[in-house]
């Protein structure tokens, strides 16, 4: 079946299609933001700052490349660790 649309209904819009003929009910409004204000407790109760340790070796220039670099250690740290000795001890190949 072939429907041909002229005018308005050819290309709906928010307008033409009835969403915007919707009104919220002022207690939703406000179950709304109580609960959005409630997430963001929630959010900052769990959010902590990491430690720092002073004692660490630094192989980082800024933050993003500290992240970076913990990222590759999380994945790849256990293949390595014998290179990064290698390295520190001046007998690596």
């Known amino acids: 079946l072939f429907f041909f649309f002229r005018g308005d209904l050819a290309f709906p819009t928010a307008d033409t299609i009835g969403l915007t003929d919707r009104k919220d009910t002022p207690e939703a409004v406000e179950r709304l933001a109580k609960q959005i204000i409630e997430q963001g407790v929630k959010r900052k109760a769990y959010s902590r ?15 993003r490349n500290k992240r970076y670099n913990e990222l590759l250690d999380r994945h790849y740290g256990k293949y390595t660790a014998e290179i990064k000795q290698n390295l520190e001890r001046g007998t690596a190949i």
Do not use: G
């Not at 430690?51 to 933050?63: K, L, R, T």
């Open 49 to 63: 700052r990491r430690p720092f340790d002073a004692d660490a070796d630094i192989d980082y220039i800024n933050e």
